[in-house]
């Protein structure tokens, strides 16, 4: 390897398909010299990571950009030129704007998108003998005909909880969502190379993996048989794994649930009992303009079908308040739906109009404080939900798997199988283990307890 001659700073924005992403960039350029900091302020080089979900999303990356000017700025009245900083868009927002990012702040110096990282070493190489002399950009938003993953390295580090992306892209063109056209078209990486790189992580200390994707219940790989297989089929495999504690997926669409993923929830016991299954809407006639392609009654008879295969699941789903057209009458379907479902967890937003998606142009835009008023109500349901959830876990005894430290010195933080947060008093020689914990006090984002 390289020694170290460089520092590179990532930050990534939005979902856990970009963490990955941001984790792979830094495996990418380790072996080409650079070190990962955390902090723009001794960088080389500083990637920012982004997200294009929602407009907020977006302006976030432009206000971090003047920021990192600014450290560029001070860098060079300092007179330092040979220490000038290479400023780079990766992810969705690079994807959807491109060159506009380089007239809106023209120091950036290369965009790209969520599928041409793996050029990164290459493109900032290119970058490294133009930026000395007169400074150029590079702008790579092409979907390569290479799949990425054929040139990511494996990784040589892992948290005791680790991602591992096996599908991305979506296909399904929700009328609100920008996903299908920044991260492109449905791909599913093999079998084998799911399998090697769980192996990998697990040799490392990795002791539960999440499987992400877009539409991960959508996968639809190459099996190690040659045949086609299913995300269900893909679980079983992965469940043979030596070491492989927990498993999870994510995120999931409605339309994918499919026969063999049922089973695998009923008969993987380390699939864990909690699924991230996003609704968006309570109401049919919603549902039906946003282009889900199902139903409140789909959705309702999907959650049955899940708690018959493994009777102690829990649910937890996103949901968009203020679609364009959403009345009164149809936010009510969506509490009630709430209700019914009994989520342990969610997510809500409020309906961010995104430039290209067919949602945008819909004449019935609902007002910013309906949006607001609406996204209160709804919020307050669910943390209510998600509280009670909590407290049914009192007195009784759940695993906990140990990964990181407190806030308080001495203190350390595991996940319960339902994701929840528990807080107790420990050192990091437990980190990587799962203990039984009595659950003594529950809050609304925690728990807490003693080892049994
Ligand atoms: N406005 C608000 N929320 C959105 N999401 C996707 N697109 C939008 C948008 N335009 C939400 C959906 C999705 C989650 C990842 O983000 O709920 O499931
Ligand atoms: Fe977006 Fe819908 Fe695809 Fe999810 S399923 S990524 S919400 S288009």
């Known amino acids: 390897m390289a020694p170290f001659s460089q520092k590179v700073y990532i930050k990534s924005y939005g ?13 990418l350029l380790k072996p080409h010299g650079y070190a990962i900091t955390e902090t723009p302020e001794d960088a080389d080089v500083a990637i920012l990571n982004t997200c294009h979900i929602r407009e907020k999303a977006e302006h976030k990356v432009f206000s971090d950009l003047g920021r990192l000017n600014v450290v560029r700025k001070n860098r060079l009245t300092e007179g330092n030129n040979n220490k000038n900083m290479i400023i780079a868009v990766g992810g969705c927002v690079g994807q959807a704007e491109g060159e506009e990012i380089t007239r809106q702040a023209p120091y950036v110096n290369m965009v ?3 599928q041409s990282y793996h050029r990164l070493p290459e493109m900032l190489a290119q970058l490294q003998q133009k930026v000395k002399g007169k400074r150029r950009t590079i702008i790579d938003t092409e979907f390569p005909t290479e799949s990425k993953f054929d040139f990511l390295p494996t990784p040589d580090e892992t948290p005791v909880s680790a991602f591992l992306s096996v599908q ?4 399904k063109f929700c ?3 920008v996903v299908p056209y920044t991260r492109g078209a449905e791909y599913s990486r093999p079998a084998d190379a799911v399998i090697k790189e769980a192996k990998r992580l697990l040799s490392l200390g990795a002791k539960e993996i999440t499987l992400l994707g877009q539409n991960v219940n959508g996968y639809h790989g190459e099996g190690l048989d040659g045949k086609e297989w299913s995300l269900g089929r893909l679980l079983f495999a992965l469940a043979e794994l030596d070491g492989l504690q927990r498993i999870r997926y994510t995120t999931s669409h409605p339309l994918d649930m499919h026969e063999e993923l049922y089973n695998a929830h009923g008969e993987i016991k380390q699939l864990m009992p909690f699924l991230h299954l996003p609704v968006q809407s309570g109401s049919n006639s919603i549902l039906d303009s946003m282009n889900r392609k199902h139903n409140v009654d789909d959705y309702l008879k999907i959650i049955d079908k899940l708690i018959t295969a493994r009777a102690d699941i829990a649910f937890s789903s996103d949901f968009i308040v203020g679609y364009p057209g959403e009345t009164q009458k149809d936010h009510q379907e969506t509490l009630e739906l709430v209700k019914k479902v009994a989520y342990a967890q969610a997510y809500s937003f409020k309906y961010s109009p995104r430039p290209g998606t067919p949602a945008s142009i819909l004449q019935t835009q609902v007002p910013d404080d309906i949006k607001s008023q609406r996204l209160t109500e709804l919020q307050e349901q669910l943390n209510h939900q998600q509280l009670s ?10 695993d906990v ?11 350390i933080v595991g996940k319960t199988a339902y994701m929840q947060s528990v807080t107790l008093d420990g050192c990091s020689s437990l980190f990587g283990n799962i203990f039984k914990v009595k659950i003594n006090n529950a809050y609304g984002n925690s728990l807490a307890g003693e080892i049994v």
């Open 15 to 27: 979902c856990q398909m970009n963490v990955y992403d941001g984790q792979k960039m830094a495996d």
């Open 112 to 114: 790209f998108g969520p």
């Open 168 to 171: 991305e892209g979506c296909d």
């Open 175 to 177: 009328h609100f969502c």
């Open 389 to 398: 959830f909590n407290e049914s876990m009192v007195g009784k005894t759940l």
């Open 401 to 411: 798997l140990f990964d990181r430290s407190g806030k308080l010195a001495g203190q």
